[in-house]
Nanobody, 115 residues
């Protein structure tokens, strides 16, 4: 099993920045791809960005150029740097880790962007 704990969510004004962190523990050597997802009120959870163990990243179109995903394998931590935040970025952000035959999710951290 892999356990994930997110942190860094907050209330911020439009145009501001936040950095989310996700600390992994447990069978961390099995972790391959990690990612950030978000869920806005009344909407389905959606992919924001992913990153492989080697550092290759992908982003959903509406965050490209504003968000940066990174991971520190030595610290077992995943990050999401979010710049130029918009009200439509509001939601609960979840960390995800793919490992072996399964995947794990964190409990989520709330990001609220006011206009």
């Amino acid at each position: 099993q892999v356990q994930l704990v997110e942190s860094g969510g907050d209330l911020v004004q439009a145009g501001g920045s936040l950095r989310l962190s996700c600390a992994a523990s447990g069978r961390i050597l099995l972790i391959t791809t990690m990612g950030w997802y978000r869920q806005a009120p009344g909407k389905q959870r959606e992919l924001v960005a992913t990153i492989t163990r080697a550092g290759f990243s992908n982003y959903v179109d509406n965050v490209k150029g504003r968000f940066t995903i990174s991971r520190d394998n030595a610290k077992n931590t995943l990050y999401l740097q979010m710049n130029t935040l918009k009200p439509e970025d509001t939601g609960v952000y979840y960390c995800n880790a793919q490992w072996g035959p399964g995947q794990s999710w964190g409990q989520g951290t709330q990001v609220t962007v006011s206009s």
